[in-house]
């Protein structure tokens, strides 16, 4: 970086506020990531004005940007060469306001989503966003990536929490598009560029979020099942028993759930294994004693109906908890070092023939391979965690043919909610046609002539 800009940002920020060299090398690069930080430059704005004066002077002088939220991504949208300056928004840390009546919070990027969800639990209220990494993820991540998690199903991805958003574009222009309110059609809908835009279009300072009630029942349950048609009848079947109170269905096949419940795992086995599928199912109410008793009866009908083949529901907070960690406990998965993580969505009905798929042609590579496969069977979307051969990028293209390859013609997404960043862009094509890609670009080009927000991510 020239010595100039570096001079004016210490001016800008205060000298505290820039780091270089070592203070930013022996940074980790990412959270599941070994490697360190290659930026030679990090800045930690404390506000939106000082985030736009950085902006400024980075396009004035066509220096490259990438921003950093929690480095929980999954994808390297993140990763940052020497020639980048990496903004860090963990300074942007405040609460600005929790409103119960409106039902709304507004907060900068910088918050965890475990802050704010423990800040609007205080008001007896929930954000439902909810994924394994919320210690360290941010709002402005979440926002950025579009993220998913656990209760999808009944609450949608982030895209159906945001009511407004305040962005900065690559030249410095504060986009303050701060709506307060569910309705509001008065021309196009800003706040969907940035969302999902994984720090290519513009870096997101602070957001209006939707808050629901806090839910005051919940009751979770782990079922086994024999077979994944039975899997995909219990879905519909306790989805409309419990009449839109379904809030998780976190599949695990075989594999998973015997590594998380096989020392040192955290988990012993709530039902035995040798089951070829189990499920987590979670519901959520307002009348603790009337929900469960609806809970318990969906699962009795389903298994009057042959769906279940074992199922263990838990009594107290306690065996909640524990039944949870079942499903949480994914860092089982580098007990070995690093496997190969994939994210991808497709049709209920393609996912035991695709699941088959993969597995034989990976069986025949390497017969020695793991593939452990769970996800949120409920939206679609499997995590395929990989072991295979030797963990190097060579081996990594190879299984990604595998995994990727058959979704085109499944007509499935390379990415459910990861989001593409580096590790997915060779495969954008399989998802995306050469018009929308062409829109994508276009859009790029409009609010980021000079390329430098997050330049290379994505296409
Ligand atoms: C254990 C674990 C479990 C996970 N579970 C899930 C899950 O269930 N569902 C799911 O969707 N994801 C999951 N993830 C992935 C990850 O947590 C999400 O993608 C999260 O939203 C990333 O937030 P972050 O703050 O860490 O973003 P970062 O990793 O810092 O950045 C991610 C991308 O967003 C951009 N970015 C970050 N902040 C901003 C900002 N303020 N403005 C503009 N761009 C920005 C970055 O440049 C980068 O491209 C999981 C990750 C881990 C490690």
Redesign the pocket.
Known sequence: MNAALLDDLRTTLGAGAVLVDDEVTSRAA???QTDKLQATVLVRPRTTQQVAAVLRLCHASGQPV?????????VH??DATPADLVLS?ERMNAIEEIDPLQRIAVAQ?GVTLQSLQEAVAEHDLSFPLD???RG???L???A??N????RVFRYGMMREMVLGIEAVLADGTVVSSLNRMIKNNAGYDLKQLFIGS??TLG??TRLVLRLREKPHSQDVALVALESFAKLAALLKHIDRALGGGLTAFEAMWREFYELMTTPPALSKPPVPHGHAYYVLVESMGAEAERDSARFRAALETAYDAGFVADAAVAGSDRERAALWVVRDD?MQMNRDGMPFIFDVSLPIFAMEGYVGEVRSALAVRWPEHRCWVFGHLGDGNLHLVIRAGTPDAETRSEVERFVYGPLARIGGSVSA???V?LEKKPYLRISRNAEEIELMRTIKRSLDPRNIL?PG?IF
């Not at 990438?66 to 999954?74: I, Q, S």
């Open positions: 990412g959270f599941m990438v921003t950093h939220g929690g480095l929980t991504g999954l949208g993140a928004l990027a994924l394994g990494a360290s993820a941010t402005g991540g979440n950025a990536t993220a998913g998690g656990n994984e720090g870096v997101v994914v909610e990861h989001g960043g997050n991510k």
